[in-house]
């Protein structure tokens, strides 16, 4: 399996300063300063990215699940809204998945929804979050 890589640099104080996150070879880089991570400026936050990376995950998964089932997905798109709470932590994540997958029932489609929140690698390695939310649709 893969081994993945990322860096962050930080400059200045916790207030003043700035820093810049970058994903693998640079195919992402992005600034992020207190005001980013706390407030509502510009920029990006670790919290954005934990969110990016358990959607892509979940999206993934379910789709594998799905095709495990002998179905092919059209799509699997999920978004996710990350809770950063005083301490400063990480209280909840909230993911909200809608898939378009053609001959898949309700049911059936719950229950891999269920399989991929608890087992999805990303899933797993934030399990110490408190609440982790999924809402999932399928679409006409």
């Given at each position: 399996?893969?081994?993945?890589?990322?860096t962050?640099?930080?400059?200045?104080?916790?207030?003043?300063?700035?820093?810049?996150?970058?994903?693998?070879?640079?195919?992402?880089?992005g600034p992020?300063?207190?005001?980013?991570?706390f407030?509502?400026?510009?920029g990006?936050?670790?919290?954005?990215?934990?969110?990016a990376?358990?959607?892509?995950?979940?999206?993934?998964?379910?789709?594998?699940?799905?095709?495990?089932?002998?179905?092919?997905?059209?799509?699997?798109?999920?978004?996710?809204?990350?809770?950063?709470?005083?301490?400063?932590?990480i209280?909840?994540?909230?993911?909200?998945?809608?898939?378009?997958?053609?001959?898949?029932?309700?049911?059936?489609?719950?229950?891999l929804?269920?399989?991929?929140?608890?087992?999805?690698?990303?899933s797993?390695?934030?399990?110490?979050v408190?609440?982790?939310?999924?809402?999932?649709s399928l679409?006409?």
């Amino acid at each position: 399996m893969a081994i993945r890589k990322s860096t962050a640099t930080w400059n200045g104080t916790l207030k003043d300063g700035n820093g810049e996150m970058s994903i693998g070879a640079g195919t992402y880089k992005g600034p992020y300063t207190f005001a980013s991570r706390f407030e509502e400026e510009e920029g990006t936050n670790p919290e954005e990215l934990i969110g990016a990376a358990h959607a892509g995950c979940f999206s993934m998964f379910l789709s594998a699940l799905i095709s495990n089932n002998e179905l092919t997905p059209d799509k699997v798109e999920t978004s996710a809204t990350v809770h950063l709470e005083d301490g400063p932590t990480i209280t909840k994540i909230e993911l909200y998945c809608e898939a378009k997958v053609p001959g898949i029932n309700e049911e059936t489609f719950q229950e891999l929804v269920t399989q991929a929140k608890e087992n999805c690698p990303v899933s797993k390695a934030l399990a110490s979050v408190p609440e982790i939310i999924v809402t999932a649709s399928l679409e006409n």
